[in-house]
């Protein structure tokens, strides 16, 4: 029987993003894991709902036998076995992010034999993770562009704090694993601003489009607020969307109780200009998120933002599983990502 590969918890940012890389990689490789000091660097440490989904996830797609997977529990054993595609439904049962939770069953199901249909309910717009937006447009065609495929649909919102969103994603595992360069975005074709309201009055999202026009300088057909008639609490969002040549990217802002609109939608401009002005193809929460997957598939490298403490502990867990190599380059406020696998 394999050893385990113990990791501390408290590692780095000490958040969740440990917790779902560790258990994503032992389903990966088959290699058992003990995972201790859960969520240490957290206020409310251990797991909550939204982490037990995550890890659930993971056990189901792999037929993993998992201990302390309880509210609270700040230890976890997990022995994975043999990975398995078909069709899963996962409820985070409270507004955590649906996004997360598909994130982490998502590196098992590229390793399995068949194409898998994954359905995630929870929410699916929720301020600490990517919205469902960003998973469409800018996530998934990324892993599409290393040899597997990833489609995402949204079948209902889900807002922070209500949630009972539905996210359906279907995966086809890796074929041939291609390197993934994305040095340069190349042009800006367009860019096109969005606000969501959802059981809320409809002038907040004109409101928040007004701002987002005004900021991005943006004619009127390039920004519309809509009103989201399937959510079953009340929520907001203000998107912005940067199509360029190469990749595009998403940027959002979560409306929140006394938060004025104008404050939502300059927070999202801000993001957008940031972005645009930086000349860099990747975002910060796209570099997190690609790290992964580069060094399960042949690697590759990517210019974005310095990187976070988010990105640089979800690199330290991988070094746990994966004999890949990461060389970070940062200069003038950019940072050249090199993923080296293993050979």
């Known amino acids: 029987m394999a050893s385990f590969i113990t990791i501390d918890g408290s590692l780095g940012e000490g958040g969740g993003q440990v917790l779902r890389t560790a258990v994503a990689l032992s389903a990966v490789t088959g290699k058992p894991l003990h995972l201790n000091n859960i969520r ?11 982490h037990l989904a995550a890890v659930r996830a ?25 990975i398995r595609s078909g069709e899963y439904t996962f409820e985070v049962g409270s507004a955590g992010s649906a996004s997360l939770v598909l994130q982490t069953a998502l590196p098992p199901l590229l390793c ?11 929410g699916t717009h929720n301020p600490f993770a990517p919205p469902y937006e ?13 040899g597997a495929r990833l489609s995402v649909t949204l079948h209902r919102h889900g807002f922070y704090p209500e949630g009972g969103g539905c996210l359906v994603a279907n995966v086809t595992p890796f074929g041939a694993r291609r390197r993934f360069e994305m040095v340069d975005r190349g042009a800006v074709r367009a860019v096109r601003v969005r606000s969501l309201v959802a059981n809320l009055a409809a002038h ?17 057909a390039a920004a519309r607020a809509e009103t989201v008639r399937n959510a079953p609490g009340p929520g907001n969002v203000a998107l912005v969307d940067i199509q360029c040549e190469r990749i595009t990217e998403v940027v959002s802002s979560f409306g929140e109780k006394g938060l004025p609109a104008e404050i939502v939608a300059e927070t999202a401009a801000r993001d957008a200009l940031a972005y645009l002005n930086s000349g860099v193809p990747v975002g910060d929460y796209l570099a997190d998120q690609l790290l ?12 974005t933002f310095p990187l976070s403490d988010h990105a640089t502990t979800n690199i330290e867990v991988i070094k746990h599983f994966l004999d890949a190599r990461f060389d970070v380059r940062e200069e003038a406020d950019i940072a050249t990502v090199a993923v080296t696998p293993a050979p």
């Open 40 to 50: 240490a660097g957290r206020e409310r440490p251990g797991l909550q709902r939204q």
């Open 58 to 82: 993971a056990a189901e797609v792999c037929g993993a036998e998992v201990r302390g997977a309880e509210v609270g529990s700040r230890e976890l054993t997990f022995r994975p076995e043999k």
């Open 112 to 122: 399995a034999r068949g194409p898998s249909i994954v359905v995630v309910t929870g």
């Open 134 to 146: 960003f998973l469409a447009a800018t996530f998934a065609p990324c892993i599409n562009a290393i």
């Open 204 to 220: 907040i999202g004109e409101r928040e489009v007004a701002v987002l026009r005004s900021r991005l300088n943006l004619p009127p």
């Open 292 to 303: 992964l997957p580069l060094a399960m598939a042949a690697g590759g490298r990517f210019r």
